[in-house]
């Protein structure tokens, strides 16, 4: 397959991938309508940069040990299902402001850096990427190519991990459309880390075999 054959493909399997409603998607949005669109827009950038933890080691071809390694599975759904319902519980403990000095220190409290962590964390933890990787290798990708070529798909990859999320981000940031979020206030926080818990249950629920 040519480069650029292998290109198009990958945009239109990963872009629905990216899409697609899950973790990732709760996160950015609960970060940009609780703390800005600076911290959606870094948790955008750590969630990118997760994935190439996923890249990295389907190159190396360890892809289909993990998929198949119930042990390595079962660490991985522990770990990324806890750390969902963590998450989730910050979302549901947020208490409501009546002011908006209280609104301007609660944008402040998240570093760029730690939000960017966050991101990170919640794309590489997760326990379906493995399979899902395992799929696009097979249809797409090989560790048999030249490694400036899996490392073109990759950088791609993640360029449209970063632009599908960075869209979301800015679509909520749309004065009109945050003023609607933000009357709700603390409820969104609650309903999107209520989300957020659920999917973490869902994960840690989920049979690894």
Avoid at 90 to 107: C, H, M, P, R, T
Avoid at 175 to 202: C, V, Y
Wanted: aromatic share 12%.
């Amino acid at each position: 397959m040519e480069l650029y054959q292998g290109l198009i493909l990958i945009t239109s399997i990963h872009f629905l991938a990216a899409a697609s409603p899950g973790p990732d998607f709760i996160l950015v949005s609960q970060q940009t309508l609780s703390n800005g669109k600076r911290a959606g827009y870094m948790c955008s950038i750590g969630i990118a940069l997760g994935l190439s933890i996923h890249i990295i080691y389907s190159a190396l071809g360890l892809a289909t040990v993990i998929a198949n390694s119930s042990t390595a599975l079962w660490v991985i759904k522990i770990l990324g299902g806890g750390y969902l319902i963590y998450l989730g519980a910050k979302g549901i403990k947020v208490k409501g402001s009546s002011n908006k000095e209280n609104q301007v220190k609660k944008v402040k409290k998240h570093s760029s850096l730690k939000n960017i962590g966050i991101g990170f964390l919640c794309n590489a933890l997760n326990p379906k990427a493995p399979i899902y990787f395992i799929a696009l290798f097979t249809v797409v990708l090989s560790p048999d190519m030249p490694l400036y070529q899996i490392a073109i798909y990759g950088a791609w990859m993640m360029f449209i991990q970063l632009l599908w999320f960075s869209f979301v981000v800015s679509f909520l940031s749309i004065p009109a459309i945050n003023r609607k979020f933000q009357s709700f206030g603390h409820w969104i926080d609650r309903i999107l880390g209520g989300a957020m818990i659920a999917l973490g249950i869902k994960v840690l629920a989920t049979k690894t075999n």
